[in-house]
């Protein structure tokens, strides 16, 4: 069974950091691309970032670009998103996606980050 | 950069009922990167369709997918009442840099 179990989430203040992490298991992880996804409380869905099976290619949203670094262990079935400078418009439940083909196969659960002062 | 459109921003049916959702594109897509998602309350996403036409494992056969260029439909054949949710529509532009898009979701609820 594939699960995606987000961690590293929490309350930070405008300008602050934080670090997720993602475990994956009931796959190969090292053949997959993966992606973070967030959703602000009562809102839709924001694509954030991607990385590739080897971690060589890694695309951001504009929102993030700059910001945010998203990096991966295949070794450790692990993926992190590194948030730097963080504004109160991060504020979102951020999923780890398993993608496959352009199409966000599976979720996990979520990690709430709340920015504010 | 693309941008969906979904139609209607809720549909308010009852179960038995025909569930008919657009989704429409700013620009020409490829039929192959359009995918449909549900949303219950406190759960993450679920793929519904992919490919605009293909459903996912485990996902039953009254849901199905259609459409092509900028026009995309997700229907549901006759509402269940696990099917109240909220419906995004997503596509995925190959280009140098990948770009991932969302419809802002319809709202199905029980009239």
């Known amino acids: 069974e594939v699960q995606l179990v987000e961690s590293g989430g929490g309350l930070v203040k405008p300008g602050e950091s934080l670090r997720l992490s993602c475990a994956a298991s009931g796959f190969t992880f090292s053949t997959y691309s993966m992606a973070w996804v967030r959703q602000a409380p009562g809102r839709g869905l924001e694509w954030v970032s991607s990385?590739?099976?080897?971690?060589?290619?890694?695309y951001y949203a504009d929102s993030v670009r700059g910001r945010f670094s998203f990096s991966r262990d295949n070794a450790k079935n692990s993926l992190y998103l590194q948030m730097k400078s963080l504004r109160a418009e991060d504020t979102a439940l951020y999923h780890c996606?398993?993608?496959?083909?352009?199409?966000?196969?599976?979720w996990g659960q979520g990690a709430l980050v709340t920015v504010s002062s | 950069e693309i941008v969906l459109t979904q139609s209607p921003g809720t549909l308010s049916l009852s179960p038995g009922e025909r569930a008919t959702l657009s989704c429409r594109a700013s620009?020409?897509?490829?039929?192959?990167?359009l995918a449909w998602y549900q949303q219950k309350p406190g759960q993450a996403p679920r793929l519904l369709i992919y490919?605009?036409?293909r459903r996912a494992i485990g996902i039953p056969d009254r849901f199905s997918g259609s459409g092509s260029g900028t026009d995309f439909t997700l229907t549901i054949s006759r509402l269940e009442p696990e099917d109240f949710a909220i419906y995004y529509c997503?596509?995925?532009?190959?280009?140098?840099?990948?770009?991932?898009?969302f419809g802002q979701g319809t709202n199905v609820e029980i009239k």
């Open positions: 490919g605009t036409n």
């Open positions: 990385i590739d099976s080897r971690g060589d290619r890694i």
């Open positions: 620009q020409t897509i490829d039929s192959k990167y």
């Open positions: 997503q596509q995925y532009g190959n280009g140098n840099s990948p770009r991932y898009s």
């Open positions: 996606v398993r993608l496959l083909n352009g199409y966000y196969e599976y």
